[in-house]
Each structure stands twice: as C-alpha cells, then as structure tokens.
C-alpha cells in the first residue's frame, strides 16, 4: 500500500513545517511540499497536526498482576505505536529465557511494536553472565529494583555493582527502580502495628526521602564504576535535583518520569471508602510541590522522558481490594498507556509549560534514543517506519473509562478534560486507529530489536 499524507503539519522534536509524506512499504519515502506522487490512499491532513507515533518506554503486560498484550489496543488508539515492556525474570529460567518466554506471550497478539527491557530477579553470578547476550535477542537495557526486599525483585548494592560493569562493557543501558527497601518494610510494619490500614498509607510508607536516598546511592553506584544509569519513574523533586546535578557535572546520569506523577497527587491516594487504592503504584504519588518541580523539569531536559508505566492490574478495583485492611496488600500498578499523548498535551503543551518540540521528545523521540530503537522509531524522517500520528489539535473532551481499552474497570484519569486528540494512528503504514477506535489487525505488532550502545552511551563516544 503506498499512502500520501497532504498539506499536515509535521511537528518534530526540533522544529514543524508543512509537507506532505509519502510511505511506502511501511517506509516513509519521502517528505515534501506539494508531492506529486501516485498513490492508492491520499489522505488530507489540512488543519491538522502529524506527530511521530508514541515511544511508551515503560509499560508492564502480565507482570505484577497486569493484563496481557491483547489489551494494546489501548496504546493504538492512544497514540502510541511502540511499548517497551520490562519482562520479568521467571523463577529458575535464565534472564535470555525469560525475555523469550516475554516476547512468545506478545507474538500474533500485540496489536502495536515492542520491544522489551530485561529485569534481574534473580540477582547472581550466572545471570550477570547473560548480559552480554541480550542485544544477540535485541534487548539493550535491564532494570534491577533497589526495593522490594524480601521478594525475588530486590537487588542489593552489590548485585547492582557487578550487573553495571558488565552492562557497561557491552553497551547494556542500566535502569534502577530506586526506593531505599528498608526505610519501606521498617514503615510499613509500624504503620499496620498502629493499625493505620488506609491506601494513604502506601504514601507514608513510601516517603519522598526513601527514594532520593535510593537515587542518590544509585547514582554513587554508577560513577564508582562509571557507569551509565537510567533512573526510571523519578517521582520526588530531590531525586531529580540528584539526577540533574550528577549530569550537569558531566556524568551520564538521566531519569524518566511517567504521566502520573506530573498529573496526579496524593490527594488521590487519600480518596475515601478505598478508592485511594486505585492509584496505589510504586513510587507512589506525591505531593503537589514534587508535581511542580517535575514540570519544570522535562521542559529544561533535566528528565529525559515521560513513560506510562501502564500496569492495568487483571480485576481492576476489585483487585486492589485485596488490600482493605492491609495497605501492603494493594496490587501496585496504574493502567495509563492509553492516556499518555492526552495528558501531557493537555497538561503541558496546552497549559504553556513544554513546546510542541518537548513534547515530541519526551513522547516519542527520546524515549525511542534511550532504548536504542532511533531514528527507525520516534522520528518522522525519510527511512523512518512510517508510525505517524495525525492529531486533532482542536478537539476537546474528556476521559472516561468507557473509552478506554485498558481492559480494566476504572481509569485513574478519570473526568480529566482533554485538548486534541490522535484522530488517525499508523502503525508502518497501516491505519490502526481512528477517533478512539481500534481499527487495525490484531497481531500486527512486531518485536522490534534494540541496539546497544544507545543514548546513554552517547558520553563515551565524546557527543
Ligand atoms: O506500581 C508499579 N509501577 N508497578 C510496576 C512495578 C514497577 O516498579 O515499575
Ligand atoms: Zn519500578
Ligand atoms: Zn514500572
Ligand atoms: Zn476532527
């Protein structure tokens, strides 16, 4: 199928101008004004706004309790037309394996791109020795969890130590999930002695300092060896002021944040008759003044991406409800995927906090460099997969769970009004989504291999 895209305006992370596109075999081919070009699909973009398609960097299918790819029908529609889901390391099957296993659960079903980062759950010698053989399966970066001890997830400082300078050495872009685990468990005891059961609790339990602490030794970490660090879901201002002052020195330190902590505060999480424990997620929600400083972050580029970190938990609110009584016992994980483009158009473009610009690289672009998918994803250039989105700057309405693919019961976002909207979603040239409506063939997606010595590693090869 060849499709001409007319008279839209094509807004990138360094500038927008009005031009045609031209794709072919999934392919944009050719970007200019006034194309001449036979095609057997012409689509008139007049009025309207053409942005990459969305790069989701941090999204969780099965893990944790949350549903499947057969939900990313949800990503579509919204505007986003690669995830990167972080595959969870089975119980005694090897990290390679278990990304395998990962990938099999999405092949036929995925309805947009993937790709996936490894997690280390099972922090030992002969799991550091695959490192090297994750970019063979197309894996370049690999989260470990400075939280959640007691479980399989939780990695100490020394695991963390031996996994950066092997993923150093091979290009592997290292990402930390950091919440100091034991401020957390010794909190978390107290409060339910106390017989303070409430999802605020999560909060208390999970206090700010737990997580600049947590950041601020990750980062130690990371230059006591060198190594390149992707903090993820940095939700606390003192934690990115860390990140900030660690890059601003020269190390190549960055953080990601995600729609929810630049949109929703605690007050969610203080919700009566336990609706609190819908946006029970982990870092939890903050404080205003922390949603503040992280607006102001992402428009100066001291965060270098805004994920979702979708994890609709299989059950919805019912679900969550395992935890009345026991706050520790919420299933952690907001759905979000499909929210992401609205909100941080709405919220940031619209209200005047980022540019156009910024929001194309925190969306799609940057996302896209930092897992080592760039320019292929993430950019509207000829040679690019031809993922476009056009948007409908003028629309204006609000989010509702009735319309959200999720798959979930609720949506933490809920009543939010929206500006603009994707109105046509192209996955490789094909339509897949038009005016909130899955329109494309389910399975379509495919896994797309991440190369190594992305982004992060830009500080050694002297850019
Ligand atoms: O609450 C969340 N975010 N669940 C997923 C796990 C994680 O740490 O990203
Ligand atoms: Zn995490
Ligand atoms: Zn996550
Ligand atoms: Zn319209």
């Not at 040679?383 to 700057?393: K, L, R, V």
Request: glycine share 8%.
């Amino acid at each position: 199928m060849k499709k001409l895209i007319k008279n839209g305006t094509i807004v990138t992370s360094t500038n927008e101008y009005s031009a045609d596109i031209y794709i072919e075999d999934g392919i944009i081919k050719e970007i200019g004004k006034d194309l001449d070009i036979k095609a057997d699909e012409i689509i008139d973009a007049e009025g309207k706004l053409i942005f990459p398609g969305g790069v989701d960097e941090h999204v969780h299918y099965g893990s944790f309790g949350a549903r499947l790819f057969e939900t990313t029908d949800a990503a579509a529609v919204g505007g986003t037309t690669t995830i990167v889901d972080f595959a969870p390391q089975d119980k005694d099957v090897s990290l390679i394996d278990s990304i395998k296993r990962q990938a099999a659960k999405a092949e036929n079903i995925a309805c947009v791109d993937y790709a996936f980062h490894g997690i280390i759950m099972d922090p030992k010698d002969s799991v550091f020795e695959e490192i090297p053989q994750l970019s063979e399966i197309g894996v370049a970066s690999l989260k470990l969890f400075m939280a959640y001890k007691g479980t399989n997830f939780y990695s100490d400082d020394e695991s963390i130590l031996k996994a950066m300078m092997i993923a150093k050495k091979h290009g592997i872009t290292m990402m930390v999930h950091a919440e100091n685990a034991d401020i957390i468990s010794v909190l978390q005891k107290k409060y339910l002695e106390e017989g303070c059961t409430d999802p605020i609790y999560h909060y208390y339990s999970r206090p700010p300092i737990a997580e600049e602490e947590a950041t601020k030794r990750a980062i130690a970490l990371a230059k006591s060896v060198d190594c390149p660090l992707y903090v993820v879901h940095v939700s606390v201002a003192e934690a990115m002021e860390a990140i900030r002052e660690a890059y601003e020195e020269g190390w190549p330190i960055y953080g990601e944040t995600c729609t929810h902590y630049l949109t929703l505060n605690t007050d969610y999480l203080a919700k009566p008759n336990f609706e609190g424990a819908k946006y029970v997620c982990a870092p939890p929600l903050r404080p205003q003044r922390h949603l503040d400083a992280l607006w102001d972050a992402v428009q100066k580029g001291w965060i270098q991406a805004v994920g979702s970190d979708h994890c609709a938990v299989e059950g919805g609110f019912e679900a969550k409800k395992r935890g009345i009584g026991d706050f520790t016992k919420i299933p952690n994980g907001c759905p979000g995927v499909q929210d992401r483009l609205a909100l941080l158009w709405t919220n940031g473009v619209c209200k005047g906090k980022i540019t156009r610009q910024k929001f194309i690289e925190l969306f799609s672009t940057k996302p896209a460099k930092i897992v080592g998918l760039y320019p292929q994803k993430g950019e509207i250039a000829v040679g690019s997969d031809a993922d476009i989105i056009i948007f409908d700057p003028y629309f204006e309405g609000m989010i509702s769970n009735k319309e959200s693919l999720h798959g979930i019961d609720y949506s933490p976002f809920e009543g939010f009004k929206i500006k603009g909207k994707p109105e046509q979603v192209f996955l490789r040239g094909e339509r897949i989504a038009k005016n909130g409506k899955f329109v494309g063939e389910r399975g379509k997606g495919r896994w797309q291999k991440c190369k190594p010595y992305a982004f992060c590693y830009d500080y050694y090869r002297g850019e």
